[in-house]
């Protein structure tokens, strides 16, 4: 076991622990102002382009189509009344501990393309950043998270995995702290 493994289980455990309050706050808020199921899966590319089920608590309406955001028309609109605040706090993220428990997702490296991104995905993999497993966060996302054209994530993907380090994913971890915690390079 990679000492990137051991730490992201750790973390995670850690974190799934702290914080079960608002994982129970965040899914009752889910449940009682929208219709539908608490948590949405969501087909990723993983490692080695390899799919798996990533959750998410439920930020838009059930019927949403299954695309990456920016390819929605007026995607406000499909937001649920608390789905905006769940995007800019990025608590709509944090079922995806399960993921990173299981081995699925690291806490740092490029966030998983959904099923149908076709041009990140064969982007990434001309740049072998395929190779890397996907983060909650990383260096594409502390660098303009959802306002970065795909090359340009796939340059800072691609910068990630030459200077992947311990110290490297903690600076990571501490930027995006620092971002979420002023709503930086959310759209919606």
Same mark, same amino acid.
């Given at each position: 076991?990679?000492?990137?493994?051991?730490?992201?289980?750790?973390?995670a455990f850690v974190a799934a622990i702290l914080l079960t309050?608002?994982?129970?706050? $965040?899914?009752?808020?889910?449940?009682?102002? &929208?219709?539908?199921?608490?948590?949405?899966? =969501?087909?990723?590319?993983?490692?080695?382009?390899?799919?798996?089920?990533?959750?998410?608590?439920? &930020?838009?309406?059930? !019927?949403?189509? /299954?695309?990456?955001?920016?390819?929605?028309?007026?995607?406000?609109?499909?937001?649920t009344p608390i789905g905006s605040f769940l995007r800019k706090? &990025?608590?709509?993220?944090?079922?995806?501990?399960?993921?990173?428990?299981k081995g699925d997702m690291s806490f740092v490296g490029p966030?998983? /393309?959904?099923?149908?991104?076709? !041009?990140?995905?064969?982007?990434?993999?001309?740049?072998? $950043?395929?190779?890397?497993?996907?983060?909650?966060?990383?260096? /594409?996302?502390?660098?303009?998270?959802?306002?970065?054209?795909?090359?340009?994530? $796939?340059?800072?993907? /691609?910068?990630?995995?030459?200077?992947? =380090?311990?110290?490297? !994913?903690?600076?990571?971890?501490?930027?995006?702290?620092?971002? $979420?915690?002023?709503?930086?390079?959310?759209?919606?």
């Amino acid at each position: 076991m990679t000492l990137k493994r051991l730490f992201d289980i750790m973390l995670a455990f850690v974190a799934a622990i702290l914080l079960t309050i608002p994982f129970v706050i $965040v899914a009752l808020m889910v449940r009682f102002t &929208s219709k539908g199921p608490i948590l949405y899966w =969501s087909q990723r590319v993983g490692k080695n382009n390899q799919l798996f089920l990533m959750p998410k608590f439920r &930020s838009m309406w059930f !019927d949403t189509p /299954a695309v990456a955001t920016h390819l929605l028309k007026n995607p406000e609109r499909l937001l649920t009344p608390i789905g905006s605040f769940l995007r800019k706090s &990025s608590l709509d993220e944090l079922p995806q501990l399960w993921n990173i428990l299981k081995g699925d997702m690291s806490f740092v490296g490029p966030r998983p /393309a959904l099923f149908n991104q076709a !041009d990140l995905i064969a982007q990434r993999t001309a740049k072998d $950043v395929h190779i890397l497993t996907p983060g909650l966060t990383g260096w /594409a996302q502390i660098n303009g998270r959802d306002e970065l054209p795909i090359p340009q994530k $796939v340059a800072l993907d /691609a910068e990630y995995m030459q200077r992947q =380090s311990f110290a490297f !994913d903690l600076k990571i971890i501490l930027l995006t702290f620092l971002k $979420v915690l002023r709503k930086d390079g959310v759209t919606h």
